[in-house]
């Protein structure tokens, strides 16, 4: 329930600087090459505008938390609305070798989106002392972050459940 009413209790939310745009995507690029995967980096491309617009959405999850739930938003929340974002809005897009068919955008962001879930899964889980998830069978998650219609909460009780296996 909401105390007080007065616009000044409640966080302004901006433009995001530069230098945080910076900060968070260095993270987001962390996140997503924790690992190498099939997708070499030297054959993705990515759209700034969009990522910035990515980075906003979370940064402006953020405050809704901390004013409809009065919390800090985890890292793991963070992480599952990326992977959200990504899926969603397809900032990445790959750069095929010369004479080979590019994949289909979406296919190339759900894949982005999957393996950061698992690569920002097994850090947090390293840091609780926990063993990495075993290798599963991902393809069922990637045909559900292209086809399927996932909501933001759905992907925070994935992650969620991923790392307390």
Not at 15 to 34: F, H, T
Not at 103 to 121: G, H
């Amino acid at each position: 329930m909401v105390e007080s009413c007065n616009p000044s209790d409640y966080p302004w939310f901006g433009k995001i600087s530069d230098e945080k745009l910076k900060e968070k995507a260095g993270l987001l690029v962390k996140w997503i090459w924790n690992h190498e995967f099939e997708m070499p980096r030297d054959r993705l491309s990515a759209s700034f505008s969009c990522v910035a617009n990515i980075i906003e959405l979370v940064e402006r999850r953020r405050v809704y938390f901390h004013v409809f739930h009065r919390i800090k938003m985890s890292e793991w929340n963070e992480a599952a609305l990326y992977c959200f974002w990504i899926a969603k809005l397809h900032p990445f897009f790959e750069m095929p070798p010369a004479n080979a068919m590019a994949r289909q955008v979406d296919e190339v962001n759900a894949i982005i989106a999957v393996r950061m879930l698992y690569n920002a899964a097994n850090k947090i889980r390293q840091g609780q002392g926990k063993e990495k998830i075993k290798q599963m069978n991902i393809s069922n998650l990637i045909h559900a972050f292209r086809y399927r219609d996932i909501s933001k909460e759905a992907v925070m009780a994935i992650f969620e459940n991923l790392i307390s296996v």
